[in-house]
């Protein structure tokens, strides 16, 4: 079987309608959505914009190889997006989905709760996390004749905190929509990310890179605050400094204490000076 043998299938089930051209495909519970549309994709049968979700997942997957928990009420969302002409490169897209997701979120965030993006694309509600992006890709190269990232698919996968949220073990603070007093449910959640990420491509195809810059730089989180990014997986290799913004290549910019202004294009940011003790922290939400 070309899918993980845990996926049980149910009929398509969100209340409303998906915008034009998604292909939902529906699952009760899967090991990971973005595992599941990965396995689509190598077997052939994923056009751009197949849209995986699921009630439940057995086994998902976070940034750094750490454990996504996924219980029933939460958003678990993986678009297949097969690169189109005019995409900036590939590098953006953290990015672009990052401003997609605030935009989906906002809506059921009440007043006065800030809603501000972590980059690279964690949205965070009063500072704790309420949504995370992995993205996935399937076939990545570099194209040395233009200097860019190509790939035959990748894999969009956004987990929302909708009713529930992690309260063990985790580096940063999390939180979820009820938390905050939303009412919201999970179909129309997954319904709005759907929207406003085909929408905020689209912004991106027509209009390039530096309108999604702009609307990032206004929901970042700690913007010209001292920030600490670890830049290694067991948390002991880190670097603080002012967080300055984001280039025109999505990279974070980080004024050092001598004046000059290094490009991080991978790491976890971290609020103030330091980030938690790694004997504490075991995955993230
Ligand atoms: C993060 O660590 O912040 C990224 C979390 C991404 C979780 C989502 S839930 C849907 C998709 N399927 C997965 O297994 N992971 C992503």
């Known amino acids: ?70 219980p029933e009420g939460n958003v678990f969302f993986s678009m297949v997006l097969r690169p189109q002409a005019n995409w900036g490169d590939l590098s953006l897209l953290p990015l672009v989905t990052a401003v997609a ?67 063990e073990g985790l580096i940063y603070p999390a939180t979820s929509l009820r938390t905050a007093g939303s009412a919201v449910e999970r179909d129309q959640v997954i319904r ?27 929901r970042a989180h700690g913007l010209g605050e001292r920030i600490t990014v670890r830049t290694s997986l067991n948390l002991d290799e880190s670097i603080s400094g002012v967080f300055e913004g984001i280039n025109e290549d999505g990279a974070l910019l980080l004024r050092l204490d001598d004046g000059t202004v290094r490009r991080l294009v991978v790491g976890d940011v971290f609020f103030g000076a330091s980030t938690p003790n790694p004997g504490n922290a075991k995955e993230t939400p």
Do not use: C
Not at 27 to 56: D, I, K, M, Y
Not at 149 to 159: C, F, Q, R
Not at 209 to 218: G, N, W
């Open 1 to 70: 079987m070309f899918v993980d043998e845990s996926s049980l299938p149910t009929p398509p089930l969100l209340a409303g309608a998906l915008p034009t051209g998604v292909t939902e495909i529906a699952l009760e519970e899967t090991q990971s959505t973005n595992e599941h549309a990965l396995a689509l994709v190598r077997s052939g049968a994923a056009p751009h914009l197949t849209l995986v979700w699921a009630r439940r997942q057995t086994k998902g997957r976070g940034r750094g190889g750490r454990v996504w928990q996924s």
């Open 192 to 218: 709005d990310l759907a929207q406003a990420l085909i929408e905020t491509l689209e912004l991106w195809r027509h209009s390039g890179f530096a309108p999604i810059r702009t609307a990032y730089l206004e």
């Open 101 to 167: 997701t605030h935009a989906a979120i906002r809506p059921h965030v009440p007043a006065p709760r800030a809603l501000t993006l972590k980059w690279p694309n964690d949205v965070l509600i009063d500072g704790a996390k309420v949504s995370g992006t992995l993205i996935e890709s399937h076939r990545l190269t570099r194209r040395t004749d233009v200097d860019r990232w190509s790939a035959e698919a990748l894999v969009v996968g956004i987990g929302v905190n909708v009713a529930h949220h992690p309260t």
